[in-house]
């Protein structure tokens, strides 16, 4: 039985009396619900697949046919649909992944290399489709009596293995009268709360669509990436003084004052909890090696303009008649070059780039993910902070006069340290003060941290002290109680470790209750322990899997966060771990 | 009174019985033995200094003076000693302490970023020498009535601040009858063993002579960068197939086993330590930035040379008499451009430097402190440690056949999980069997992990099922339990938490007890309580911190092994952690 007609029957067991809303909740298991979240095929359409291999990653995709990484990486570019079709994927195929819609192999489970890396990525794979054999050299796809080229389009479905010839249509998710009656049920059972990861006024009102009850995680640097505001960023990162520092920092502070103003109306009378800036400021510049290229290609430009600046000298001397009868439009095209000299090749243009490579050069890292980014920012450059929570507060005063109910909570991550904790607090409390005597309203919020580093889960007795909330940054801790780089991780060695039985899954994708399991449980006891009431939550990836939900139960969580298409599964899970909480065995 | 005078009384007092053997070793911080441990000005100098700055890290050095890091890089790579001199440093001249002899700064205290990243690297430094004023334009130093130009030798004494015109006679390390003395009493007293951390025959004899107890870490990538291995490490890396890997492995095995019979014999009688292959493997490949340049300039000088080449036809058709005149010369170098072309600049030159860089940008990684290293390297490619296996187990075995008494132990590093653990066992016991077989001899050893993951402390009950011992890297631990990369956090802002009393030491240099010491504790705790008789110890830098030595005796280590000459500091601190052991506080 298909997800869509599960949750049907339960809806109608109920109603007819047949079954109790509780035995209706724990009737399926919410993952299948996740069909019902991705794009699917068109209902309607009635074709027969071509072949069918692995559901290696939900969700359906059509597009062109390319047979390697690179060619998918140069026509996606282009703006091309492109499903990438490989024998095996191997890390050194990642760029192709970035840019396909979706991932066709013919070998491999559902543990494989593809399989790993596009779940992490959220795109459609079927993998192991041995129907298909590839031939690298002709460019082609044999499939029993069908020869497919490369360019030749396809569609897979990624939620039952299907693979069809040509474009099918695809629906968007869908959200049923049913879901929502049960997903009813489920709040009224749940103990955990189910917020949403949102970061823009659009997202955080479709995340309410699914019935989010807050925004546990707004990330503040998807807005420093927006067109309008990325030259200001970069202004404040070069800056050279820090007046200059303050006054990219006074153009950015209306901005993000009116994202917070938006999100928070979006969700008025739920809790938002932002996050101040977290990623190393070297995010936000070019790389070095694009720097370099763009450099020598504009001193390539200059040196090939200087040479046509000396064409109709050379001409002149060389042959004065033919000079005469062209030099009009020599002077013409030289006016142009000069024009163009000067818009384009200005010598500071050049030796902007040069500094801003400087910097870049000055800020890289050896280990981007340990280095200088989160509350080490907020501690060594205290104006960025301060403007982003002058910018929260001011965002909830005007809210505020405004008679919008709002609950804003100022969230620091990879915090380490008690001090570091306490001193964001003072920048808080500060600021606060200002704003409440400036807007003459009161302005309520919450402080509180990420746990997210393990020594924050060691101190957390002390951290209690001063946070209002903690919530679990479950990728970031995973990494570090691994000691693996996702990224490395997922492309070098976790297939590997997949297949040989190493590890049983993906600990990025569930939740490693062995290891991070006991260092967040660690956490929340050490933090009731000195505030009782604290309030602890999950804003990692891990908070949308059911898996994982059970166990934040188990652990007296208040709540989970996830990314909003997760948000109905992850309700119906925490009804099943209320559910069930008797039956509940820690496997640690 | 100076560390040689301390040491010299406490032996005489208690020969003259004024004092016990207790009370003559705690008369001083183990600490002060520092200053008879490193590079010293020789006793007969009788030179005045010229300046006087903070003793910002022990040691004396002479050099050229350079006032920039790029200059220093560029001077040092050329063989010359340089002292890199500058007002303060900042995170973009590490290239230059690289290559520097050692640093002086005109400010900034005894936590500057000078003086962190100089005793990070166990370079000599002099902070904060505010009589110097530094003019960068001039290239010149003036100190009171003296001027220094760049390339003028000075001299600096880390250890006392002082600053000296012109090269100072320096002498090593010094080991006086009557520290021996003293440290054989600390030995007798001490609960705590204290190993030392050496990679080869010679740094094992020296790390005896300083009375190290055994080798508590043999780090194996040192030989595999030795100039007469790397080539075979790289086809080994470079290798297409299992084949071609396992002849690269064919040919490293006999020369790894002389390197461990080598230093079993060095510690004859004593444990012997070997780590198993740790870093990733990019870094035994040159750098892709490296690889590029070497490549274009490759092309560059074929191009050259081809258009050398046409030189002879050339000057045949404009000017026959002149060509004729020269022809024979002119056949000659062509002869010699042929024969340099052949050797330098055959198509497999270029081709195979490709080869390489690709290999390079495959192995790339985001975070390569968290990437793919250690036991997944081991799990991965098992041929690899399956090599390092044998290689050891042979070592021993011909030892044992010759009669020296030896004490081979084998350990895994960055192992996070139980299963990876168990993995590489059963690679040992499989060699093992071979090898006793084979050559007919009882081989005895000990299997064990690094604790240096946090995963590995949270699940030592567990691994303690399999590891006959532990051993903390408290390195790695650190940056996993702050996730402050140790390179990053050291030059982008560690210096500031410093300084904003954010954190009162450097983490990396003192044992942070409340963190990373938590971990430890658990890890010790939860191991002896699967095995009660489990040896753990500490193989990461603070093993050589007094402070840290007081820790690991109140946890309950077996032994703490350090760096060579920091053995004899080890001995006092780990005595005097015994007779304190009833006043020790736990800052936790």
Same mark, same amino acid.
């Given at each position: 039985?298909?997800?869509?007609?599960?949750?049907?029957?339960?809806?109608?067991?109920?109603?007819?009396?047949?079954?109790?809303?509780?035995?209706?909740?724990?009737?399926?298991?919410?993952?299948?619900?996740?069909?019902?979240?991705?794009?699917?095929?068109?209902?309607?359409?009635?074709?027969?697949?071509?072949?069918?291999?692995?559901?290696?990653?939900?969700?359906?995709?059509?597009?062109?046919?390319?047979?390697?990484?690179?060619? =998918?990486? +140069? #026509? @996606?570019?282009?703006?091309?649909? /492109?499903? $990438?079709? %490989?024998? &095996?994927?191997?890390?050194?195929?990642?760029?192709?992944?970035?840019?396909?819609?979706?991932?066709?192999?013919?070998?491999?489970?559902?543990?494989?290399?593809?399989?790993?890396?596009?779940?992490?990525?959220?795109?459609?794979?079927?993998?192991?489709?041995?129907?298909?054999?590839?031939?690298?050299?002709?460019?082609?796809?044999?499939?029993?009596?069908?020869?497919?080229?490369?360019?030749?389009?396809?569609?897979?479905?990624?939620?039952?293995?299907?693979?069809?010839?040509?474009?099918?249509?695809?629906?968007?998710?869908?959200?049923?009268?049913?879901?929502?009656?049960?997903?009813?049920?489920?709040?009224?059972?749940?103990?955990?709360?189910?917020?949403?990861?949102?970061?823009?006024?659009?997202?955080? =009102?479709? +995340? #309410? @669509?699914?019935?989010?009850?807050? /925004?546990? $995680?707004? %990330?503040? &640097?998807?807005?420093?990436?927006?067109?309008?505001?990325?030259?200001?960023?970069?202004?404040?990162?070069?800056?050279?003084?820090?007046?200059?520092?303050?006054?990219?920092?006074?153009?950015?502070?209306?901005?993000?004052?009116?994202?917070?103003?938006?999100?928070?109306?979006?969700?008025?009378?739920?809790?938002?909890?932002?996050?101040?800036?977290?990623?190393?400021?070297?995010?936000?510049?070019?790389?070095?090696?694009?720097?370099?290229?763009?450099?020598?290609?504009?001193?390539?430009?200059?040196?090939?303009?200087?040479?046509?600046?000396?064409?109709?000298?050379?001409?002149?001397?060389?042959?004065?008649?033919?000079?005469?009868?062209?030099?009009?439009?020599?002077?013409?095209?030289?006016?142009?070059?000069?024009?163009?000299?000067?818009?384009?090749?200005?010598?500071?243009?050049?030796?902007?780039? &040069?500094?801003?490579?400087?910097?870049?050069?000055?800020?890289?890292?050896?280990?981007?993910?340990?280095?200088?980014?989160?509350?080490?920012?907020?501690?060594?450059?205290?104006?960025?902070?301060?403007?982003?929570?002058?910018?929260?507060?001011?965002?909830?005063?005007?809210?505020?006069?405004?008679?919008?109910?709002?609950?804003?909570?100022?969230?620091?991550?990879?915090?380490?340290?008690?001090?570091?904790?306490?001193?964001?607090?003072?920048?808080?409390?500060?600021?606060?003060?200002?704003?409440?005597?400036?807007?003459?309203?009161?302005?309520?919020?919450?402080?509180?941290?990420?746990?997210?580093?393990?020594?924050?889960?060691?101190?957390?007795?002390?951290?209690?002290?001063?946070?209002?909330?903690?919530?679990?940054?479950?990728?970031?801790?995973?990494?570090?109680?691994?000691?693996?780089?996702? &990224?490395?991780?997922?492309?070098?060695?976790?297939?590997?470790?997949?297949?040989?039985?190493?590890?049983?899954?993906?600990?990025?994708?569930?939740?490693?209750?062995?290891?991070?399991?006991?260092?967040?449980?660690?956490?929340?006891?050490?933090?009731?322990?000195?505030?009782?009431?604290?309030?602890?939550?999950?804003?990692?990836?891990?908070?949308?899997?059911?898996?994982?939900?059970?166990?934040?139960?188990?652990?007296?969580?208040?709540?989970?966060?996830?990314?909003?298409?997760?948000?109905?599964?992850?309700?119906?899970?925490?009804?099943?771990?209320?559910?069930?909480?008797?039956?509940?065995?820690?496997?640690?």
């Amino acid at each position: 039985m298909n997800a869509r007609a599960m949750v049907r029957t339960s809806v109608e067991m109920f109603q007819e009396s047949l079954i109790t809303k509780e035995r209706a909740l724990l009737r399926f298991e919410p993952l299948i619900l996740e069909q019902l979240l991705v794009p699917q095929l068109s209902p309607d359409f009635r074709g027969k697949p071509l072949a069918q291999g692995l559901p290696a990653s939900p969700g359906a995709a059509s597009g062109k046919i390319v047979f390697d990484a690179d060619t =998918a990486e +140069a #026509r @996606g570019r282009l703006g091309e649909k /492109i499903i $990438l079709v %490989r024998e &095996e994927t191997k890390p050194e195929d990642i760029h192709g992944f970035f840019q396909a819609q979706g991932i066709l192999t013919s070998r491999g489970g559902k543990t494989s290399h593809a399989a790993v890396v596009a779940r992490g990525m959220g795109k459609p794979c079927v993998s192991g489709c041995e129907q298909i054999v590839i031939n690298d050299v002709t460019r082609s796809a044999i499939i029993g009596d069908t020869t497919l080229h490369e360019g030749d389009v396809i569609t897979i479905n990624g939620s039952t293995g299907h693979v069809y010839v040509g474009e099918v249509p695809t629906v968007e998710a869908e959200f049923s009268g049913e879901m929502a009656t049960l997903l009813a049920w489920a709040d009224e059972v749940a103990r955990l709360k189910v917020l949403a990861n949102a970061d823009t006024p659009e997202a955080a =009102a479709k +995340a #309410r @669509g699914f019935g989010a009850m807050g /925004i546990g $995680l707004c %990330r503040t &640097e998807r807005m420093f990436n927006g067109t309008d505001r990325l030259p200001i960023v970069q202004e404040m990162i070069l800056a050279e003084t820090p007046e200059q520092r303050q006054a990219a920092l006074d153009r950015l502070l209306p901005i993000q004052r009116s994202d917070f103003k938006g999100i928070f109306k979006a969700m008025r009378g739920l809790p938002v909890t932002v996050r101040l800036l977290d990623p190393p400021m070297h995010e936000f510049l070019p790389t070095a090696a694009q720097l370099e290229l763009e450099i020598a290609h504009l001193h390539q430009l200059r040196d090939t303009i200087k040479g046509l600046e000396e064409l109709p000298d050379t001409l002149k001397l060389l042959n004065p008649k033919l000079y005469q009868q062209y030099s009009d439009g020599l002077l013409k095209l030289m006016g142009g070059l000069h024009t163009f000299k000067e818009s384009h090749l200005e010598e500071d243009v050049i030796s902007k780039k &040069e500094t801003i490579l400087k910097k870049v050069r000055a800020l890289a890292e050896v280990n981007p993910m340990l280095g200088h980014r989160g509350v080490r920012l907020g501690i060594t450059y205290p104006e960025i902070y301060t403007m982003q929570i002058q910018a929260i507060l001011e965002a909830a005063a005007l809210c505020a006069k405004e008679g919008v109910e709002i609950y804003p909570e100022i969230m620091v991550p990879q915090v380490a340290t008690v001090e570091e904790l306490k001193r964001i607090h003072s920048y808080v409390q500060r600021i606060h003060k200002v704003v409440e005597l400036t807007h003459g309203i009161n302005v309520k919020f919450k402080f509180g941290s990420m746990l997210e580093v393990v020594r924050a889960c060691v101190r957390a007795g002390r951290m209690a002290e001063t946070a209002e909330f903690f919530s679990f940054g479950t990728n970031d801790l995973t990494q570090a109680v691994f000691s693996f780089s996702r &990224e490395d991780a997922e492309n070098k060695f976790l297939p590997a470790y997949n297949e040989t039985g190493i590890l049983q899954d993906n600990p990025f994708e569930v939740l490693d209750i062995k290891g991070v399991g006991q260092l967040m449980k660690m956490g929340v006891e050490r933090g009731r322990q000195t505030n009782p009431d604290l309030k602890v939550g999950i804003c990692g990836e891990h908070g949308g899997h059911p898996g994982s939900i059970h166990f934040c139960h188990h652990i007296g969580l208040s709540y989970v966060s996830c990314s909003g298409p997760r948000v109905p599964i992850a309700r119906l899970a925490a009804a099943q771990a209320k559910l069930l909480e008797g039956e509940y065995q820690d496997p640690s």
